[in-house]
């Protein structure tokens, strides 16, 4: 018999709590102290004890998978994350929203201002686009006070999380010649998702290295569209992802010609300014380099900076945990935001090191 | 400069905070509710800032590392962790504890009962006998109201904890035969401390499995001293540590000859009782198996176990984080039993998973 | 178009060619001077080339996969090695072995001599019981006389050549209690083939270490069917396989208590003499201990020996590569005896290290 | 007792055998056909046979490492192999050069041709330039001719050998803007070298990755001098090497703007008709992307490319093993040109995979 939901506290439900990203959201809210995790839905697993299935996540005692059956779901919570497949959130959402819900949706079909960018890419058309303009793009070091008012929010990606907080003082400072931009970034397995797929198993990709998804990957119009709102006008960048054989992280190289003359000191200085506040993120001085073993299990974006000073090249390098800031971490860090909690509450966990 | 402990907490000094027991200390402490860290020692590294050694060791933006000088050290802490080197731990706890201090000692210094037997393990005398008889040996789940009340506490083997827990239901039961116990263990990299050393190189350890240690393994004597003391005979048993190529993980598995006919249901219940109230042990169901993947940044100990009819013995497989329970975590475990703390204080996060 | 083979050598046949073990005969049957391969079986590839499907396969620019057509095969090859699922092979094998050809089977359908042994653990009956009479058990250590005569192979499974070859001196010199046997395997994840399942994926498998089949694997009735030839009287032995995070390589570590006093000399002395013209077994001196990566891509079974005096146990770890030694390399040293070839034709590469 | 040497073969000595690529040069020289390694220096080891050092180099009986004594070593053979640090390579080159000797180097020493930049990017004089002079670059793919004839080589870094096979195509067909041109590398870790590190250490690059030596790595100049060679003028390249949680390989990939609209096609008949007659150079189908894992153990470089129309971008990848391609494969690629044998002998190695 599961327990009564605490009053106090903010009741959760998870849609598509049985892959990576849903399990990041029970492993992180958890401790959070202002949140109870009150459904959760899986269609594989419905019915089963979430501890059956993960006997680490020990303390889901009184929780069970469910199906997603929106109408006996909307009482059981007040917010919504929705972890689903592309396109099968354009719905969701829609449902949630539209009953007075707030939502969070880790999918891409809310995230595209523009549909017919978001039909291009993803080879869908939106149904809901009335819903769509309503939605914010939950890159809380933009969006912060419209995060803060909304009721649904557009979860970013995880390329895109790395790829933005990279260049975003660069831009917004006008460093860099926005024709040039190249953005080399490498994932650790587990954005790939949780799934039975010969390509992800251990002995293809363990000792392995490969680009994929060249010149085509969905995420690049999500990179470009938050390029170009901050250089307020359109940018077309070079985006190449990588499979890199460890379990969590992203580390983005971004390459970008610099339109005046500076040195290392300088651009560090205007990262620095620009991330002073910033809770979950972190520019390294000019002797260190991000590594993603430094933010593995955290909300934490690390930034380093060099100039190219022979080829007139700025070279950012980010490093950020693909589950957390990459997905989970940063829709909880929404969710605090929408909810008026702290910012950073239940997502101050240090790396796991080593 | 360095803010003024905060008047409500417990102060803590960590000597010997920059190899991975240490480092796991100030990682866990960091979110202890309850602890201050105002002291963390380093010969190496004395003088930089915590957080400029380990970047993402963020939180300890005040701390320093400064030199093992313990006249100096004394006044900043009321307990202290010792992470030294073996040997080297004899004096700095007498020291420690002689000035009226809480003292967990992590080294294996005070772990064995018997100097003679340490003598002929470690190679080295015990100065400190009087001493070592004050230490009372730091697994809860055996000593847990002598721990609550003492002064010195000599934290328990990675090994001996992973071993011990598998097998004293088994033992306190009278279920096996004491002659034929096998003790095959598999522990991550990080057991092997922080350090410059090819044999550790990634290139030497990824990819490969070896065992070493064979019969001569120092955590012999302390598995068959707890073993014995559940028993209440003397009991030898063979143990065998293998080099896993992972960070973090023990797995044991541990054959016995079972002194009378008995089935997996039969075993599974007792050891549920044994362990019914214990906040970090989890026995599996019949159909589940420990992996040290679910435990990984966890202070627990997974533990399954099969009857083999055929040959008439029973295995036990256990699995523990070596740096959590198997170090800093079971030391901050006892570190709450001591000051009377909740036991789970700052010790409740989920599995980093994957 | 594929070129016409050469008709000095011999014509070889691969069915099941695009698993890990089809794959391995692939890649080691390149170099083999003596031998083409002339047909490849896949289902699911069928019609595409073998460079196609495998680019690093790049000397096979002839050779496409085909569908498993039994008699359209008969022609195209003088020797054909199986590497189908068990009980799959079974037909297969008797009808390339009733057709006169010489046949290689790398399942496990030949390999139990008794019929009600091989359904209680397979779960199938065999229905070619007069074939299965005909085959020989592929392990060159023990039958190299009879292979050399042989039309029809049993190969080894992995774990059983791993297990035999590290007891074989030990029980042909009745140096150890038969009933107090404990084999501890530990297994790369290519031991469990080339398929899309999530427990296969990499997050699951890395930084995981887990037993798993304990007491049921059926690799256990073939250990115990060779050590009980070679004791001259039936044995069980309990057998734990575990998952390693490793592509290739199984360690075994075997415990027995001796039946009489034995140093470490003594034991390496009767190992050294009973491999002492084995090509493929390689004893190590007392200083040394086997590591899978040792014999990474080789045809090398290590052996490293131990006494332990305090339990009077004898401690043996082996390790070969399980897609080599335990597959795919024995099946060709198997080949080699059976055509008269040198016996190490085409097996000399050294251990890919690091 | 040493075996007199076989006078029919090449007589050859390693010098620096104890790293890692003189470990891989003894790895793949034992089994070419036409040579016989007579001598292996190693300072650390010197005394030690080779086969007691690293059990896995089997075949090495006879052979034990020796310290680095140039006369002594003179008279040993015929071609040395110089693993040797940069700066120490200086004056042992010269010195078996001047002697008659044909010399492969595998240090930078005598890769750069103008002393100025060597000067200022490895922090030495080159107090042997007219030696200098005599060396001829070992990238057979551009100097074949020039390398038969030779008796001194320079063998390629492994980041340039990587970067100079993927761009060459491009450059030499004028294809792309050379101002704009970012090499993104990614390197396994026995790049590095074997050696006690605590930044090599397993739990330091385990489920890690960074970036390195921004800006400022040595192998800049070197890609810079080829690529300039090819284009005929002087270019600069922005080079960011970074650090894979694997063994072996290097992955790079390359950005440029085209000079003139193209499509993948169209660059993939201008790399196919540049490589056809390569024998280690793999160009893939546009469907195909490389992987370091396709080339473990093996002398191929495999290259794909796209062209990104949305932003007039060319983009290449190409995979190496960087012991083997990348060094010690490329080099006794050399040997073979230099000595008239086929220029394949020895290195026909399929990939192991997995």
């Given at each position: 018999?599961?327990?009564?939901?605490?009053?106090?506290?903010?009741?959760?439900?998870?849609?598509?709590?049985?892959?990576?990203?849903?399990?990041?959201?029970?492993?992180?809210?958890?401790?959070?102290?202002?949140?109870?995790?009150?459904?959760?839905?899986?269609?594989?697993?419905?019915?089963?004890?979430?501890?059956?299935?993960?006997?680490?996540?020990?303390?889901?005692?009184?929780?069970?998978?469910?199906?997603?059956?929106?109408?006996?779901?909307?009482?059981?919570?007040?917010?919504?994350?929705?972890?689903?497949?592309?396109?099968?959130?354009?719905?969701?959402?829609?449902?949630?929203?539209?009953?007075?819900?707030?939502?969070?949706?880790?999918?891409?079909?809310?995230?595209?201002?523009?549909?017919?960018?978001?039909?291009?890419?993803?080879?869908?058309l939106h149904a809901r686009q009335s819903t769509l303009k309503k939605s914010v793009y939950g890159l809380p070091e933009i969006y912060r006070d419209k995060i803060k008012k909304a009721a649904l929010i557009a979860n970013p990606g995880c390329y895109p999380t790395s790829a933005v907080l990279g260049m975003l003082p660069a831009v917004r400072n006008r460093l860099v010649n926005l024709a040039s931009i190249v953005i080399d970034s490498k994932s650790g397995t587990s954005g790939a998702g949780r799934k039975a797929d010969l390509g992800l198993a251990?002995?293809?990709?363990?000792?392995?290295?490969?680009?994929?998804?060249?010149?085509?990957?969905?995420?690049?119009?999500?990179?470009?569209?938050?390029?170009?709102?901050?250089?307020?006008?359109?940018?077309?960048?070079?985006?190449?992802?990588?499979?890199?054989?460890?379990?969590?992280?992203?580390?983005?190289?971004?390459?970008?010609?610099?339109?005046?003359?500076?040195?290392?000191?300088?651009?560090?200085?205007?990262?620095?300014?620009?991330?002073?506040?910033?809770?979950?993120?972190?520019?390294?001085?000019?002797?260190?380099?991000?590594?993603?073993?430094?933010?593995?299990?955290?909300?934490?974006?690390?930034?380093?900076?060099?100039?190219?000073?022979?080829?007139?090249?700025?070279?950012?390098?980010?490093?950020?945990?693909?589950?957390?800031?990459?997905?989970?971490?940063?829709?909880?860090?929404?969710?605090?935001?929408?909810?008026?909690?702290?910012?950073?509450?239940?997502?101050?966990?240090?790396?796991?090191?080593?």
């Amino acid at each position: 018999m599961m327990k009564k939901p605490d009053t106090d506290k903010l009741t959760v439900g998870i849609c598509g709590a049985s892959g990576y990203t849903g399990m990041e959201l029970l492993r992180i809210l958890a401790l959070h102290p202002r949140v109870e995790v009150t459904a959760a839905t899986s269609e594989k697993s419905a019915g089963k004890k979430v501890h059956e299935l993960f006997p680490f996540l020990s303390s889901y005692a009184g929780l069970a998978f469910e199906p997603m059956d929106r109408e006996k779901l909307l009482d059981k919570a007040d917010l919504f994350f929705l972890a689903l497949p592309h396109g099968a959130s354009q719905e969701a959402v829609h449902y949630f929203f539209s009953k007075g819900k707030k939502v969070i949706d880790l999918s891409a079909d809310y995230r595209i201002r523009d549909p017919k960018t978001y039909a291009a890419w993803y080879g869908l058309l939106h149904a809901r686009q009335s819903t769509l303009k309503k939605s914010v793009y939950g890159l809380p070091e933009i969006y912060r006070d419209k995060i803060k008012k909304a009721a649904l929010i557009a979860n970013p990606g995880c390329y895109p999380t790395s790829a933005v907080l990279g260049m975003l003082p660069a831009v917004r400072n006008r460093l860099v010649n926005l024709a040039s931009i190249v953005i080399d970034s490498k994932s650790g397995t587990s954005g790939a998702g949780r799934k039975a797929d010969l390509g992800l198993a251990f002995c293809e990709v363990n000792e392995g290295f490969k680009a994929y998804g060249l010149v085509t990957h969905r995420h690049t119009p999500e990179i470009e569209q938050e390029i170009s709102n901050l250089a307020g006008k359109k940018v077309v960048v070079n985006f190449t992802p990588h499979l890199l054989p460890v379990d969590r992280g992203i580390l983005t190289t971004i390459y970008a010609k610099l339109r005046k003359k500076m040195n290392t000191k300088g651009v560090l200085a205007l990262y620095n300014r620009a991330y002073a506040k910033e809770p979950f993120v972190r520019v390294l001085a000019e002797e260190s380099l991000p590594n993603i073993k430094h933010v593995r299990g955290t909300n934490t974006c690390e930034i380093g900076v060099r100039v190219n000073d022979r080829t007139g090249t700025l070279i950012i390098v980010s490093a950020i945990d693909n589950l957390v800031k990459g997905a989970s971490g940063q829709a909880i860090q929404n969710m605090n935001l929408m909810m008026g909690f702290d910012e950073t509450e239940g997502l101050c966990q240090l790396a796991l090191y080593p």
